[in-house]
């Protein structure tokens, strides 16, 4: 069964820095999906990157990006330039491959509580 | 979340009630699942269907029940509510024509059961 794990329960930092968080999984398969999540505290699910597993290329999405490290099977989060509104939780999420039975069920971590202070 | 309608967004039950959360979509997504979220537990999966007339377990089923008689909609019943159901209820849609989106979350669902 694949796992994840965020093992920063809560992390702070500072208006306009920079900010990791960290993700590892466990799986012994070979083609999978990882995602991020943002969940403000509105509630909403917000989708914030994905990377595929066959791609080496790391993800980046305006000013977040990730470190996929495939034979370390980590999955860390790199948001830039800090702003009060990234304050959320943030969830690492694998998918083991695309939709298709219950290959396309997300698993989670349990969240990382990241607070974007002035 | 525009293609994703969930009710009610709040509900407070007694224990041994039962009650229906609504999940309706229409984006035509094949896909349709429900999470539950507690604190310092994450998302957990309760029941998926990967299309109409097939629905299946997730990792928490017990305690509730689900159908999928039609592409659009996919209640979540929870038959004798229980106080370990307490939680926030997510409903999340996907296809694998859009998965450059990852899935798309209801507004979720906070349920108090007492």
């Known amino acids: 069964a694949q796992t994840v794990t965020q093992s920063q329960p809560e992390m702070s930092v500072q208006e306009a820095e920079t900010v990791t968080l960290s993700c590892t999984y466990d799986?012994?398969?070979?083609?999978?999906?990882l995602f991020w999540y943002k969940q403000p505290p509105s509630r909403q699910m917000i989708l914030v990157i994905r990377?595929?597993?066959?791609?080496?290329q790391n993800a980046t999405e305006n000013r977040f990006s990730v470190n996929f490290q495939k034979a370390a099977k980590s999955f860390s989060l790199k948001i830039s330039d800090s702003q009060l509104g990234d304050t959320a939780m943030y969830f690492c999420?694998?998918?083991?491959?695309?939709?298709?039975?219950?290959?396309?069920?997300?698993?989670f971590g349990k969240g990382t509580k990241l607070s974007v202070k002035p | 979340n525009a293609g994703v309608t969930q009710t009610p967004k709040f509900q407070v039950l007694k224990t041994g009630q039962s009650m229906t959360l609504q999940c309706a979509q229409d984006?035509?997504?094949?896909?349709m699942s429900w999470y539950r979220q507690d604190p310092g537990m994450g998302l957990r999966l309760i029941h998926y269907s990967v299309g109409a007339g097939i629905t299946d377990q997730g990792e928490v089923p017990n305690g509730y029940n689900v159908s999928r008689s039609t592409t659009e909609d996919f209640p979540l019943r929870l038959l004798s509510a229980a106080p370990s159901q307490t939680s926030v209820y997510f409903c999340?849609?996907?296809?694998?024509?859009?998965?450059?989106?990852?899935?798309?979350f209801g507004s979720g669902t906070r349920l108090t059961v007492v």
């Open positions: 999420a694998f998918m083991k491959d695309y939709y298709g039975g219950s290959q396309g069920n997300l698993i």
């Open positions: 999340a849609i996907g296809s694998s024509g859009v998965l450059d989106y990852g899935y798309t």
């Open positions: 984006m035509n997504h094949e896909y």
């Open positions: 990377q595929e597993a066959y791609k080496q």
């Open positions: 799986t012994s398969e070979n083609n999978y999906y």
